[in-house]
């Protein structure tokens, strides 16, 4: 039975307008393209599921606050709010402004890692994974198996797994491993949390061997949701306490503020160590600019101090999670088969199962994402074979175990009209999903995120579709 759609806890004050599309105008935009929404031009998209990152809709108190950004090269005021806005929620000493998340892996990983070093965490990401590649590391997924059944409906398939971890440690050695990487929640799982008894015991594992932890914390504040909502003995605190219960496990945190704290652009490192702060600072002036901006405007950082405290209100992260809930049961019900239980910022379609006649060399999900956008131009991403990329030493695809398509839905921005137009499409294409006769092959491959600016073509035709309507 489909979950009732949340009461949204915001009103609409300004709106922007949507083009109106026909079929033959998307098939056309999607064979410019080459076959990946990602190259479409953004006016061209009716409902953009692409990410949920830098896309929210910004509050009127943040707008304001843009205002009194002080954009002083040196020493902004704008970054000690900042940093006491990070204190005061996430608690690490040290903060030190980065433009996004992946530029604090990018500072992250050539401070820590080196050429013949092993990094285990809780199933990769794609842009964390592609900066340990670069500086000399292998990751090792030590996920719980659960995480990598789409059926399964374990409430915390971000958990690791001790015995893999142990077992990591024990092969490689301490001296081999940099620092453990945990993700709150699971991206490329389907946005699923990990407990805060899981980390507990990261924590632990982590200490017998003196290793560092670092947190990806961007969806951070959805985790602690799912900790009030299914952890035992955490109904009763609040959503900030969580978060702050959650990053007192770590020893560095990387935050793309473009998640959780809603703001179009920003990020920043945490860090527990003097030492390891300085030669951050030191990075990012070579990389981002000045320690006191990271890459930022004053107002940029106003904005995302702002947005760090309404990220923990509990009716703003309720009615988010609510929302996404709410497509994703709506998809159920009608027998689509999707990632479960649904995550906390995205509703993911199984392109295996419901494109089981499409080889995953010909890339189902990737297949799956231009059609939904030839139905009702809806873009979402591709997250599996091509979202893995290649083997760094042979070459080769990888194949991880979930492919699937991630509608992830960007915060305050959509209705309930929209999840229901999002949900028909999904729903009318499983229905005729067998007219979906071909998958994608490579025109163009980039050597790095190739999802980003890969193009195609169909294999043995000029469509994926047997005829022009699905």
């Known amino acids: ?50 990410t949920d990152s830098g896309t929210s809709a910004m509050s009127d108190r943040q707008w304001a606050v843009l205002m009194q950004g002080d954009e002083a090269y040196a020493g902004a005021r704008s970054f000690y709010l900042l940093r006491q806005e990070v204190r005061a929620h996430y608690g690490f000493e040290h903060v030190v402004p980065v433009h996004q998340g992946r530029a604090g892996e990018n500072i992250v990983s050539q401070l820590l890692i080196r050429p013949g070093h092993h990094v285990a965490g809780n199933m990769y990401f794609t842009s ?34 001790p015995a893999k971890l142990r077992a990591f440690i024990k092969k490689h050695g301490p001296d081999a491993i940099p620092y453990l990487s945990i993700g709150a929640t699971v991206n490329m799982a389907g946005g699923q949390p990990i407990s805060l008894a899981s980390l507990a015991t990261v924590r632990e594992i982590a200490d017998a061997h003196s290793l560092p932890v670092v947190l990806d914390t961007a969806r951070a504040v959805e985790n602690a949701y799912f900790i009030k909502q299914r952890e035992s003995g955490w109904a009763d605190t609040s959503i900030a306490d969580i978060l702050r219960a959650m990053c007192d496990l770590a020893d560095v945190a990387i935050m793309s503020a473009k998640k959780d704290s809603m703001v179009n652009i920003g990020g920043w490192i945490g860090i527990r160590d003097p030492d390891l702060a300085e030669r951050a600072r030191a990075l990012v002036l070579l990389y981002e600019g000045l320690h006191t901006y990271g890459g930022m405007a004053g107002r940029d950082m106003e904005a995302l101090a702002q947005g760090i405290v309404e990220s923990v ?45 499409i080889s995953r060399e010909e890339f189902p999900a990737q297949t799956l994402v231009a059609a939904l956008y030839a139905d009702t131009g809806i873009r979402g ?6 979202s893995a990329g290649r083997d760094p030493v042979t070459g080769e695809n990888r194949y991880p175990p979930l492919e699937f398509v991630r509608l992830a839905i960007p915060r305050r921005v959509y209705t309930q009209t929209h999840m229901d137009v999002v949900a028909d499409s999904v729903i009318r294409l499983h229905t005729r999903r067998e007219q979906i006769v071909r998958g994608l092959e490579f025109t163009h491959e980039p050597p790095h995120l190739r999802f980003f600016q890969a193009r195609f073509r169909p294999l043995g035709g000029d469509s994926i579709f047997d005829s022009d309507t699905v």
Request: charged residues 25%; glycine residues 6%; aromatic residues 6%.
């Open 1 to 50: 039975m489909t979950i009732p759609h949340p009461v949204e806890p915001w009103r609409v004050k300004t709106v922007e307008a949507i083009r109106q599309t026909d079929r033959a105008y998307r098939e056309h935009a999607l064979r410019e393209a080459g076959w990946n929404p990602t190259l479409l031009r953004s006016e061209d998209v009716a409902v953009d599921l692409f």
């Open 313 to 357: 209100r509990e009716e703003n992260i309720a009615a988010r999670i609510g929302q996404v809930a709410y497509l994703g049961h709506r998809l159920i019900d009608a027998g689509v088969p999707v990632v479960r239980p649904i995550g906390g910022h995205c509703v993911c379609v199984d392109a295996l199962a419901t494109l089981p006649h």
């Open 381 to 386: 991403v591709e997250r599996g074979a091509l």
């Open 128 to 161: 964390t994974r592609a900066h340990q590649e670069r500086n000399g590391a292998v990751f090792h997924d030590v996920i719980i198996d659960e995480a990598h059944d789409p059926t399964s409906e374990h409430p915390f398939k971000g958990d690791v797994d």
